[in-house]
T-cell receptor, first 116, second 114 residues
C-alpha cells in the first residue's frame, strides 16, 4: 500500500510568487493534516481536514495560506504571495477515522520550500 | 499549554555506544499521548512509538527503549549499541486526547560516528 505522497519534493520560488503544494493521503484515510518546520524550529501544526471539511485550522499563520481538500481525497496548500519566512519543510500526514484518541498519523516525505 | 522540550540540540557518539535522548513535556490534561519520530537524511518522518498517559511501563523494541516517567514529565529514548544508520533527527511529541494534532519538540540531531 502506498504511503502519503507529496509533490513537489522541493520548490524554489522568489518572494511574491505563488506556490501550490500537493498531498495525497493514504487511501481510505479521512483525516489529513498539514505541518511545517521552519529553519531548525519545531514542526508546527497548520491544519486538519476530516474528509473535505476543515476540522481545525488554528495553526495557519495568515491569510496568505489557503488549504483545500476538494472531494476529500488529495489536498493542496497554496501560499500566495510567498514571503521569505515561509521557507521550510511542509509535511502532510493522514490517519484513519474512528480511532480512539489520536489516530496514528502517517507522514509524507515533506516538501522543502525555499523562498528567495 | 502544551509544550515539548528537547534540550539536546545535537549529540554525537561513536558507533556501538548507548545514547539517550531527553524529552520533557508540559500539559494540563491527565490524558494524553506521547510520541517519538525519526527523520533520517532522506527527510520523511518515521513513526517510532506512541504511548498513552496511563501506561507508564517502559518499552523495548530491539535496540530502542523508552522510559516514561509521569512524575518528572519525561519520555526519554535510549538507543543501545548505536549504529551509523541511527543518525537522524529525532522528534519527541505530545497530543492531548481530545485535540487531534501533534505538538513537536525542536528535535535532537543525532550523529553516530563510525
Amino acid at each position: 500500500e502506498a504511503g502519503v505522497t507529496q509533490f513537489p519534493s522541493h520548490s524554489v520560488i522568489e518572494k511574491g510568487q505563488t506556490v501550490t503544494l500537493r498531498c495525497d493521503p493514504i487511501s481510505g484515510h479521512d483525516n489529513l493534516y498539514w505541518y511545517r518546520r521552519v529553519m531548525g524550529k519545531e514542526i508546527k501544526f497548520l491544519l486538519h481536514f476530516v474528509k473535505e471539511s476543515k476540522q481545525d485550522e488554528s495553526g495557519m499563520p495568515n491569510n496568505r495560506f489557503l488549504a483545500e481538500r476538494t472531494g476529500g481525497t488529495y489536498s493542496t496548500l497554496k501560499v500566495q504571495p510567498a514571503e521569505l519566512e515561509d521557507s521550510g519543510v511542509y509535511f502532510c500526514a493522514s490517519s484513519q477515522s474512528g480511532l480512539a484518541g489520536v489516530g496514528e498519523q502517517f507522514f509524507g516525505p515533506g516538501t522543502r520550500l525555499t523562498v528567495l | 499549554a502544551q509544550k515539548v522540550t528537547q534540550a539536546q540540540t545535537e549529540i554525537s557518539v561513536v558507533e556501538k555506544e548507548d545514547v539517550t535522548l531527553d524529552c520533557v513535556y508540559e500539559t494540563r490534561d491527565t490524558t494524553y499521548y506521547l510520541f517519538w519520530y525519526k527523520q533520517p537524511p532522506s527527510g520523511e518522518l518515521v513513526f517510532l512509538i506512541r504511548r498513552n498517559s496511563f501506561d507508564e511501563q517502559n518499552e523495548i523494541s530491539g535496540r530502542y527503549s523508552w522510559n516514561f516517567q509521569k512524575s518528572t514529565s519525561s519520555f526519554n529514548f535510549t538507543i543501545t549499541a548505536s549504529q551509523v544508520v541511527d543518525s537522524a533527527v529525532y522528534f519527541c511529541a505530545l497530543s492531548e486526547v481530545d485535540v487531534d494534532k501533534i505538538i513537536f519538540g525542536k528535535g535532537t540531531r543525532l550523529h553516530i560516528l563510525p
